[in-house]
């Protein structure tokens, strides 16, 4: 089993950047897919990004491409998302999540979730 953290949220202007962090409990971590996904209010959950288990390959939603990297390092059980040139649109809460399968855009492929962390970006 496998427990997630984020922290990293919080307030910023926009084109600001924020740098997300995913603590991840266990000494499987290196073998889970992540995937970053987020949350605005009145609005279904989205995928935003994901890594495979060795970092090799890494996949983005269109729209947050050339503005957000994901990355992860196994020996710390931990991935990141940075985020730059913010958007008021980026406003969500943001969730880390672990699949066993290859990472996707599918939530449902995910099993295990963190709590999130609040991001608003202002205008």
């Known amino acids: 089993q496998v427990q997630l953290v984020e922290s990293g949220g919080g307030l910023v202007q926009a084109g600001g950047s924020l740098r997300l962090t995913c603590a991840a409990s266990?000494?499987?971590?290196?073998?889970?897919?992540m995937g970053w996904f987020r949350q605005a209010s009145g609005k279904e959950r989205e995928f935003v990004a994901a890594i495979r288990r060795t970092g090799d390959k890494t996949y983005y939603a269109d729209s947050v491409k050339g503005r957000f990297t994901i990355s992860r390092d196994n020996a710390e059980n931990t991935v990141y998302l940075q985020m730059n040139s913010l958007k008021p649109e980026d406003t969500a809460v943001y969730y880390c999540?672990?699949?066993?399968?290859?990472?996707?855009?599918?939530?449902?492929?995910?099993?295990?979730w963190g709590q999130g962390t609040q991001v608003t970006v202002s205008s």
């Open positions: 266990g000494r499987t971590f290196g073998s889970y897919g």
């Open positions: 999540a672990a699949t066993g399968r290859t990472p996707s855009t599918i939530e449902y492929d995910y099993v295990y």
